[in-house]
DNA sequence: TTAAAAACGGACGGATTTGGTCCGGTTTCA
DNA sequence: TGAAACCGGACCAAATCCGTCCGTTTTTAA
C-alpha cells in the first residue's frame, strides 16, 4: 500500500518528539519512554539518524542526542532518505540505487520520474514542526504558505 | 525507499501497452510479449485488474482483456489501489486497513494525513495515457494544465 | 462434435526484506 | 573508578514479495 516503512515512521515520530525541547539533550531511554516506541529499536534509530547528521550524539555520562537543527528546518523528506536511500518510487527513476531488469525494453522507463519528484517535494515541504502541530491548525501557521496560497507546485 | 512494488509497476506499464491500442483485446501472452515481462506474472495481474474492474475480460479461444475504460481515464492511484489496497503512508491515516500499536500515546496520530493526501493527489492526477508520452512533453500535451497553470492543489 | 485457445482461481515455495533484540566495546562525567 | 550513556554490528524470527504451476471453465472455430 505504498506503505511508509515502519521504523521511518517511528523515526518521525520521536524527532519530533525530540523538537518540543528544542536543544535538551534526551536520552534513549527518555525518548523510548515518552513515545512507547521499544528501547532498543529506539536507540538503532538514532544511531542511524546521526550517521546522516540529522542529530547530534553526545556519548558518556548525561549524554544522549541533540537535534542538529530546528525541526522546523528538517523536512520529512530528510529522514526518510536517512534511512532508507533516495526516494525512488521505481528501479528507472534518477536517483535509485538499483537496475530494474526489464528497464531496456521498458516503452515508459523514465516516466516516472515527474511522479517521483511530486511525492519529493510534498515529502520535502513538510517539516518536523508541522508534525507536532494539532492537524486541524498544520499548515495555517503564522509565517508558513498561507491557506489558499502557492501549494509549491507539484509536477512543475 | 518508499518504493512502489515491483508488480505494480508492472501493472502500469503492461496497462500502458494495452492504451496504445485502446479496444482491441490483448492476450495476456501478446502483452508479456512486448513487455518482457514473464507470462505467468502478466496474467495473475491481469487477473486481479479485471477483479477491481480496471480491464474487462472476454474468455475462450480469440480472448483476452480490453481496458474498461480509454486510458487517459484511469489514474496510476486507481491501479496501485487496485493492486494493493488503499494508499496509506502509515497505519494510523484515514483509510488505513491496519491498526498502529503505538497509536494509542502517539503525539502526532492523524498527521500524516495531509501528507498522505498530498500523494494520493499526485498519483491520481497522471494517467494511464500520460505515462506512455514521452517524458519530455508530459504535461504539456493540449488540453491538459498548461505548464504555468494550477498544479491540483495539494496539501490544501 | 471436437479441439484449441484463452481466462480463472488458488496453492505453493524460495528469496528477500523488515523489525526487533542482544551484547561486548568505548567514551564521558561525577 | 564506576556508572551512564552511545556505538557497532551480529543475529534471527516473521512477514512479505514474486514468480510459478496446475487443474478448471468458457468460448470460438474447424
Ligand atoms: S524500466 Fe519500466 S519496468 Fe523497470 S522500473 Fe522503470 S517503469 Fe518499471
Ligand atoms: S499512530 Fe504514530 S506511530 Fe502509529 S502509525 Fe500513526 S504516526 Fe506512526
New interface residues.
Partial sequence: ??????LT??A??VL??MGRDQDRVHTTARLAED???PLPTVSKLMKQLARAGLVTSRRGAAGGYVLSRPAAQIS?AEV?TAL????????CVDGA?DHCD?E?????R??????NR??ET??A??TLA????S?AE??ALPGR?PPGGK??????
Fill in positions: 500500500m505504498i506503505r511508509l516503512n515502519r515512521d517511528y518521525v515520530v519530533s518528539q513515545s512507547a516506541v520529512v526518510i532508507e536511500g533516495p526516494i525512488a518510487l521505481t528501479a540505487v526489464v531496456a525494453l521498458c516503452a515508459m523514465g516516466n516516472w520520474n515527474k511522479v511530486a511525492i510534498a515529502l515541504s513538510v508541522d508534525m507536532t502541530v492537524p498544520m499548515f504558505r501549494p509549491a507546485g507539484m509536477l512543475s
